[in-house]
Structures are given as C-alpha cells and as structure tokens.
C-alpha cells in the first residue's frame, strides 16, 4: 500500500488524477484480494469527482461488458468519459457496439 500511495502522490503533485491508483485507497471494507470471479459489493467513491474527464483504458475488449460498466460507475461519480482505449480488440464480439455513443474508441489492434 505504501508504493501505491506514494505512486498516487506523485501523479497528484504533477496534476495528474489516475483511477487506477485510487481503485484501492480511501476503501474499509476489503478483505484480502479479490478473484474475479468475486462480485464486488463496495463502490469507490473517492477515485473521481465531477470536474473529473476520464480515459477509460483496458487490455482487451471483448463483449464491452466492462467497459461499459465502468464507464456507467464513472458516471455516477459524476465524472464524464472522455472514451476508450485498448490494445486488442475481438470485433467479432462486437463490445464495441456494446459502447457506440459519445464516446471515442481507440483499439491498437483488432481481429
């Protein structure tokens, strides 16, 4: 925790907010560590806020399923979705239709 916080500063002293660093901080009701398998039943309300606009970035889309539900938990906080970022997409999956709307998508590469 200590490494996460001391990355998370960082970025804060550069003027830079990173929902990836904040997933596991400002949280008193984890656990242990999580599969994924595992539904999750806390929200992280500290990550985000309304002045917030965010890149939501992922290694795969498949079916959107995630993406779309973060991007929904990113909006409840307030904050707007900038768009999308991937490394890989599966367009035979069709997540990206899953994600069609006012939101930029971006993939590296796509099969």
Do not use: N, W
Request: with cysteine.
């Amino acid at each position: 925790m200590e490494i996460m916080e001391a990355l998370q500063q960082a970025f804060l002293d550069r003027g830079v907010s990173s929902l990836s660093l904040t997933l596991s901080l400002g949280l008193s009701d984890r656990e242990g560590m999580y599969d994924c398998a595992t539904p999750h039943t806390h929200k992280h309300t500290d990550a985000v806020d309304e002045s917030d606009v965010v890149l939501i970035h992922d290694d795969v889309i498949a079916t959107g399923g995630t993406a779309a539900a973060t991007k929904r938990l990113i909006q409840e906080a307030g904050a707007r979705v900038f768009g999308f970022s991937f490394l890989v997409e599966l367009s035979f999956l069709s997540g990206r239709e899953v994600l069609a709307g006012d939101s930029k998508i971006h993939s590296v590469l796509t099969f």
